[in-house]
């Protein structure tokens, strides 16, 4: 029913490799710092049996278009937190990461898919990036200078369109538990049940945790104005988390232009 660590896994091995050539060319170095991809955690058989608030019985029909209404979309803008997951594993390693370790890791920016690709997205204290034109500016740190590259996908990778594709929910292992205004739009709430979080506990590798998974999906338009993938323990810690919202849905004032401060171009 999810797909999340593996996947996510062999992805981060391109991002992890990008970022190490973003960090050498800003540091000057002619050497490439080698990248360490996190492996994908175990599945253990022993996780305990999350719990959640009801026990699905309507199978959501609804929520399977979800993804392809995603992709179809014009542009979009978004925040999004991850912790716990190989994508904040990989951020740790960025400069102004500190010692965050897993997380959180709070991510907001704007994509543009059609008519041509763009994006500009943030990860707090840790990397600008801006993607225009076939070309990247990275700014690792946030020094308010940026190093122009090719294009390499990076910023694909940030993308809650690709969270979302990681997470892969099944509708079958989901209730729509109602009609709810989500972020200003009219959404259809689906909220994950037993079996469906017991998987996802035992995919991601986090023992002990409280599941929840819950997904709002806009009436008109059928995209997920809303995830959130959460895992809390005892002492209320969250050791897993994928949380995004995505509003201005084809808004025409989401524009993405190149940065002035350029060194290296």
């Known amino acids: 029913m999810f797909q999340v660590a593996p996947r ?39 996780t305990p049996q999350p719990t959640t608030a009801s026990t699905p019985t309507d199978t959501g029909p609804g929520l399977g278009g979800a993804a392809a209404a995603m992709a179809n ?3 979009f803008k978004f925040t999004m937190t991850v912790a716990g997951d190989n994508l904040s594993d990989t951020l740790a390693t ?10 959180p890791f709070n991510l907001k920016g704007t994509f543009v898919l059609k008519p041509a690709k763009a994006a500009d997205v943030t990860v707090t204290d840790a990397l600008h990036i801006i993607s225009v034109d076939g070309s990247d500016y990275q700014d690792p740190g946030i020094t308010g200078a940026f190093t122009k590259t090719d294009a390499t996908g990076l910023v694909d990778s940030l ?31 689906y909220q994950a049940g037993k079996s469906a979080l017991a998987e996802l506990a035992s995919i991601a590798g986090v023992d002990n945790a409280t599941w929840t998974t819950d997904i709002w999906v806009a009436r ?8 959130a993938v959460v895992a809390k323990a005892a002492d209320n810690s969250i050791p897993y988390e994928i949380v995004f919202d995505i509003t201005k849905v084809d808004d025409p004032g989401n524009k993405v232009t190149a940065p002035t401060n350029v060194t290296g171009a």
């Not at 992890?16 to 060319?25: E, M, N, Q, T």
Request: negative net charge.
């Open 8 to 46: 996510h896994g062999r992805g981060l091995l391109i991002v992890s490799a990008v970022i190490a050539i973003a960090l050498s060319a800003c540091s000057g170095s002619s050497a490439t710092p080698s990248a360490t991809a996190t492996a994908a955690p175990s599945i253990d058989n022993s």
């Open 73 to 75: 979309m014009s542009s």
């Open 94 to 103: 960025l400069p102004g990461a500190g010692n965050s370790g897993n997380g």
């Open 159 to 189: 993308s809650p369109i690709a969270v979302y594709g990681e997470v892969n929910p099944n509708p079958a292992g989901f209730a729509n538990i109602g009609m709810e205004t989500k972020d200003g739009v009219d959404t259809d709430h």
């Open 220 to 227: 008109s338009g059928g995209y997920p104005v809303s995830v």
